[in-house]
């Protein structure tokens, strides 16, 4: 009412629009709290979604585009020699929509293709309001380049068996020219790292410029990360598969960004000091896409009036999208583990189906644009069904089956809650026999749910923690990972059995005999020829002076434009260098370029 009453005195003000406010002293909001066992946020805080700045705000960015009024993903599905898109869109006041594919319009959200299409497709929404948004351009997974074997009768049994080289930090560049290295060892793959835009900033985080995880903490599904844009990821994976190396990915699909690491520019700490701080950039070349959490807030929208929830429009997730905010403190509560906002980082609600669908997307598209499966992080805080909900939306986008090659291996931490997490099919949140019974009753094949591994994290020291209610043949293993390179992180106990090369192993001979031993004779080995068929070497940098940044050039401090006093980093330094034979003992490490250690992946894989 008030606002045609502004209207009439104001005729020039073409849409209704709210001062912001700020709340009083050092205040902040504390909305959207969790109570009881509730886990959803309230269909109420649907109001709080459009925080994003308009074209004409103050706060607006370039790459804001028109997210202020429109949100959009589009999602592939396979059907023999030809593909459906359907593009998924939301408009603020529901203007009517166009879809404009490789710069046709179009009034249908669907179009189909074939294999005739054979570069990647355009893809932009627009308004009839005269808004429009960009999507990233859509592969199809016909134009992925055909996996030429180095070593065609090698035990690869098409994907399903071999040696991953994780490669931790390493831009996708690097990987590209690592791939002649990795072919002729024969290798069958390697994994990258968080591939999605992800948080950045220009500000140390706890003085630190850029950490690793800040990798962990996606702003959206654009394949634009830090290690490199989406045209140097479809151009290493060609590169790599023509050379026969598969290309795997890391799928971050439990959470977005952590509370407060986001695109607003006003936040302040009541905790300390009333510190304020201000917007986080990304990954994006050239800006960031919007991105806004309920954390450390006290300013109020133009557009809403109202103070900003959980919102990621690029991802086209906003409030409803999340779990209501949790701290995750119990490692045996079901629903602690599934609904807490695990260190603080935005809990996607993937109990609800369109959660599901927009992450079955994202796998699909990491699929077509040519990875041939991925690690699951923090899969153990999605609950079981929830899994089985994505990958059966997966499985139908593929065309009804998993691509022959596909595997993925989920990521759920045992630590001391083996029975709950692997071997209580009863526990009421089961990752072992549970979770393939589910997959099984809701319509995956037994060869697909074979697909589905288990990263048994009980592997070295208590192997069949990670097996007691399922067979080897669905376990990835590995002696050293990512993870526990942190300084302090001890969540994986390896006791003398394994140990992390740039922490706490005795020498590089030490680590170089447990990596041989994947091979030869890993822990709980029964069936030589079914167990353990996916074993992983990881290939990472020394954390200089226990700095969590990574050697990429993009922690270095001369980036630091805030706070910069405390600022800590780390040099740039080149990770591929073809003259290393591995144990580096600078820099980057690269264990899977050591001779023995080939030699034992290679003995093991019949070539
Ligand atoms: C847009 O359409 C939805 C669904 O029909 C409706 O709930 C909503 O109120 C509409 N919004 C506007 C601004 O008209």
Not at 212 to 224: A, D, H, I, N, R
Not at 434 to 453: F, I, N, Q, R, T
Not at 563 to 581: L, Y
């Amino acid at each position: 009412m008030r606002l045609s009453t502004i209207l009439t005195f104001a005729p020039a003000l073409a849409s209704a629009s709210w001062a912001p406010k700020a709340l009083p002293g050092c205040d902040i909001y504390s909305n959207n709290q969790c109570a009881g066992d509730d886990i959803v946020t309230a269909d109420s805080y649907g109001a709080n979604r459009w925080f994003t700045p308009a074209k004409g705000d103050a706060d607006w960015q370039e790459s804001f585009q028109d997210y202020s009024h429109l949100t959009a993903f589009a999602s592939i599905q396979y059907s023999g020699d030809s593909a459906t898109v359907t593009v998924n869109a939301l408009h603020k006041d529901n203007a009517t929509l166009t879809y404009v594919f490789d710069g046709v319009e179009q009034a249908d959200e669907t179009k189909k293709f074939s294999t005739t299409t054979t570069a990647p497709v355009t893809l932009s929404v627009r308004g009839s309001d005269k808004t429009e948004i960009a999507l990233e351009p859509l592969d199809f997974k016909w134009n992925a380049a055909d996996i030429k074997l180095t070593y065609p009768k090698g035990d690869y049994r098409e994907g399903q068996k071999g040696s991953i080289v994780e490669m931790f930090g390493w831009p996708h560049a690097d990987v590209e020219k690592e791939c002649e290295f990795l072919s002729k060892a024969g290798y069958m793959g390697v994994k990258v790292f968080p591939p999605q835009e992800q948080i950045m900033s220009t500000e140390p985080f706890q003085n630190v410029m850029n950490p690793w995880y800040f990798m962990y903490q996606p702003v959206s599904y654009k394949l634009e990360g830090r290690m490199g844009t989406r045209d140097e990821l479809r151009s290493m994976i060609n590169t790599c598969r023509g050379l026969g190396v598969r290309v795997y990915a890391d799928a971050v699909v439990n959470h977005m960004t952590g509370g407060g690491n986001d695109a607003n520019p006003d936040h302040r700490n009541p905790n300390a000091n009333c510190q304020a701080f201000g917007a986080k950039q990304s990954s994006l070349e050239g800006g960031t896409s919007p991105m806004y959490t309920q954390s450390y807030t006290y300013t109020t929208s133009e557009s809403t009036g109202l103070p900003p929830l959980q919102e990621f429009p690029a991802a086209a997730y906003g409030p409803l999208d999340f779990h209501c905010e949790r701290v995750l403190n119990s490692w045996t509560d079901p629903l602690d583990l599934n609904a807490g906002w695990l260190t603080g980082l935005t809990d996607l609600n993937t109990e609800r189906d369109n959660v599901q669908e927009r992450i079955a997307a994202y796998m699909t598209d990491l699929i077509s644009i040519g990875f041939s499966g991925f690690r699951m992080d923090a899969a153990k805080h999605i609950q079981p069904d929830d899994l089985v909900g994505i990958f059966t939306k997966l499985q139908r986008n593929m065309g009804g089956e998993m691509p022959a090659d596909w595997i993925t291996w989920l990521e759920v931490l045992l630590g001391g809650e083996k029975d709950l997490l692997m071997c209580d099919p009863d526990s009421g949140y089961n990752y072992g026999a549970y979770l393939e019974d589910a997959l099984l009753a809701a319509g995956l094949s037994k060869a697909d749910v074979e697909k589905v591994k288990i990263w048994n994290s009980g592997y070295p020291k208590e192997p069949d923690a990670g097996a007691c209610t399922i067979s080897k043949s669905r376990n990835a293993i590995q002696n050293d990972d990512a993870d526990q390179q942190n300084p302090g992180s001890t969540s994986r106990d390896m006791g003398d059995q394994g140990c992390v090369l740039i922490k706490d192993c005795g020498s590089a001979d030490e680590h170089r005999d447990f990596e041989k031993q994947l091979f030869e004779s890993p822990n709980g080995l029964e069936d030589e020829d079914a167990d353990y068929p996916i074993r992983l070497i990881l290939s990472s940098f020394y954390f200089v002076d226990g700095v969590q940044g990574i050697p990429d050039g993009k922690s270095d401090c001369s980036l630091c434009e805030t706070e910069c006093d405390t600022c800590t980093g780390v040099a740039k330094a080149n990770a591929h260098d073809d003259d290393s034979t591995g144990y580096d003992e600078t820099d980057y490490t690269r264990p899977h370029r050591d001779p023995e250690v080939v030699a034992a992946m290679q003995s093991w894989m019949g070539i």
